[in-house]
């Protein structure tokens, strides 16, 4: 009986640290795909086209939204973001438990078109740590920092709409904490239907027809 898997949505502020987690998750258990978004920003050194992210331009991104092969996109501090449909939906159905790292906006949007997506959200400690964290990675100008900080501001509010929230402090509690959650979820029962039909089936066989009493 092999189940679909999980759709976990990931997110959290700029700078929260959720790349970092994602990457423990993958390295440490198995069963976890990792969708790659597809966007309009320029690849930061180090990043490379497939791997972080597709980078296309704004015409090759409308052109997917056109044909409706994104699950949800939006709009991130001047520039597209957007989850390929393909990828998530074969991954599912092989019983691959796929984790969406994308922004509050487009969360919402899958949690209205997948209500049994699992919407985690990952925090920093405390807010100044945000700041520091963005700085010290140095792959961002002043100003932008500056948009991610007000766009974290922005967004704090929208933390109440995910189902949990896990406290980014040690990168390894914050990873087993974030699988055990995920793994949680194989246990309710809407993804269990199977198993539920099939109990009730032998059940049946077992007494014969209940008796309505
Ligand atoms: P960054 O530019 O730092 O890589 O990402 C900026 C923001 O966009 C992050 O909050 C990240 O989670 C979000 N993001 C990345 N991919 C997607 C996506 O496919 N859809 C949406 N809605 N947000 C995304």
Do not use: W
Not at 154 to 183: A, F, P, W
């Amino acid at each position: 009986m092999r189940q679909q898997g999980i759709l976990t949505v990931v997110s959290g502020f700029s700078g929260a640290g959720k790349g970092t987690i994602m990457k423990a998750l993958l390295e440490t258990y198995d069963n976890y795909a990792l969708s790659i978004s597809a966007t309009t920003r320029k690849p930061r050194p180090g990043e490379e086209n497939g791997r972080e992210y597709f980078f296309i331009t704004k015409e090759e991104f409308e052109a997917l939204i056109e044909q409706e092969a994104l699950i949800e996109y939006a709009r991130y501090v001047d520039h597209y973001y957007g989850t390929p449909r393909a990828y998530v939906e074969e991954q599912l159905s092989l019983g691959k438990d796929v984790i969406l790292e994308i922004e509050i906006q487009g969360a919402l949007k899958v949690k209205e078109r997948f209500p049994q997506a699992l919407l985690v959200f990952i925090t920093p400690p405390e807010a100044k740590e945000l700041e520091r964290r963005l700085t010290g990675r140095g792959t961002e100008e002043r100003q932008v920092i500056e948009k991610r900080l007000l766009r974290a501001a922005k967004e704090s509010d929208g933390m109440d709409s995910y189902d949990y929230i896990v406290v980014n402090d040690v990168v390894e509690d914050c990873t087993r904490k974030l699988h055990e959650l995920i793994q949680s979820q194989h246990l309710k029962v809407v993804h269990n239907r199977e198993l539920t039909e099939k109990i009730k089936g032998e059940l049946k066989e077992l007494v014969g027809s209940p008796e309505s009493d």
